[in-house]
């Protein structure tokens, strides 16, 4: 059985960091790309950062670029995004989700396969 679990979210003052994790179990990790989404209330699921395990290729949101830097690390099965200068506008539910390899580079959240249950990121103006 596949399992994402995110963790690391929490209410921060605009300007600080968090880092997200997400752990994966019960898949090829290095086979996969993982993506990190968020859905704000009343709005739409958006992608925001993703990775290619295999090749290391990231992928941004134009939203979040230069502040957000995602990475992963094999040996544990986890991706972290470390997300800095954060805004009241990042908050939002972040989830994480596992594709086909193939899908690095892309974040539409309809084209991946499994998904984590999310963490509130709240940040406070």
């Known amino acids: 059985e596949v399992q994402l679990q995110a963790s690391g979210g929490g209410l921060v003052q605009a300007g600080g960091s968090l880092r997200l994790s997400c752990t994966a179990s019960g898949l090829a990790f290095d086979d996969y790309a993982i993506g990190w989404f968020r859905q704000a209330p009343g709005k739409e699921r958006e992608g925001v950062s993703g990775?290619?395990?295999?090749?290391?290729?990231?992928y941004y949101s134009n939203s979040v670029k230069g502040r957000f830097t995602i990475s992963s690390d094999s040996a544990k099965n986890t991706v972290y995004l470390q997300m800095n200068s954060l805004k009241p506008e990042d908050t939002a539910v972040y989830s994480c989700?596992?594709?086909?390899?193939?899908?690095?580079?892309?974040?539409?959240?309809?084209?991946?396969?499994?998904w984590g249950q999310g963490t509130l990121v709240t940040v406070s103006s």
């Open positions: 989700a596992a594709g086909g390899a193939d899908k690095a580079g892309n974040l539409d959240w309809w084209e991946y396969d499994y």
């Open positions: 990775i290619g395990i295999r090749n290391g290729d990231t």
